[in-house]
């Protein structure tokens, strides 16, 4: 099993341009999650997903949009980048709601807009 | 509004215990999570509390204090691959992970 992989590794963007990142999991799990990381900063919830066919909003959603049409993938869109963005981002996935299911997270995707 | 604090820094001594805690005010409480963060990669589960008390697994201990806001992560035998981040998080009334910025553990010789 892969677990959670996440594509592309790096990518630098100019101010404008867009992209999707492209998030994978191979455990069938319902509920998957992106999240941007920031230096002194906890992990934020971008937007998230309860299974296929849905998305929901998080905590800093502006600027973001994300799919889910199939249930191993979840994409997450920038469609017009600002520096605002440069960040490291993770994708995590769970097997359910429950208040104890650990997430499984993907190994990063590194962006940096110039 | 929610927070969870943690200290920025710390380091200890190989071989040696350290502490790390992380303090709480969020809306609900369903339990609490440590993860693991090495530089450059994703973060891995540790532990979770749910109930007050200590939760032992091999070197790592996990304790919460649920009418303190309060937890701690213990680090036994300290060893250099234990250098990283440790990350605390809250499961809030919505059942939503609240995250702290992490501690960074420097391990020396």
């Known amino acids: 099993n892969a677990g959670v992989t996440q594509t592309p590794k790096f990518r630098v963007l100019k101010t404008g341009q867009s992209m999707t990142l492209l998030c994978a999991q191979d455990m069938n799990h319902e509920y998957m999650y992106w999240y941007r990381q920031d230096p002194g900063m906890g992990l934020r919830l971008i937007h998230y997903s309860v299974g296929e066919g849905t998305t929901a909003k998080g905590e800093v959603p502006d600027g973001y949009n994300v799919s889910r049409l199939k249930k191993q993938n979840f994409l997450l869109g920038l469609e017009s980048a600002a520096p605002s963005q440069t960040s490291v981002y993770f994708c995590?996935?769970?097997?359910?709601?429950?208040?104890?299911?650990?997430?499984?997270f993907g190994p990063g995707t590194r962006l940096t807009v110039l | 509004g929610q927070n969870i604090d943690q200290p920025t820094e710390m380091t200890a001594t190989e071989g040696a215990i350290v502490q790390i805690n992380c303090t709480y005010q969020t809306s609900g409480f369903n339990g609490l999570f440590w993860y693991q963060q090495h530089a450059g990669e994703a973060p891995t589960f540790l532990s979770y509390?749910?109930l007050d008390g200590l939760e032992e697994k091999g070197r790592f201990s996990s304790f919460l204090s649920r009418s303190k806001g309060y937890s701690y992560l213990l680090l036994k035998e300290l060893q250099m691959k234990d250098s990283a981040s440790y990350l605390c998080a809250v499961v809030d009334s919505n059942y939503q992970l609240i995250w702290g910025a992490g501690t960074k553990l420097i391990i020396k010789p």
């Open positions: 995590a996935s769970t097997n359910g709601q429950g208040a104890s299911d650990e997430q499984f």
């Open positions: 509390n749910v």
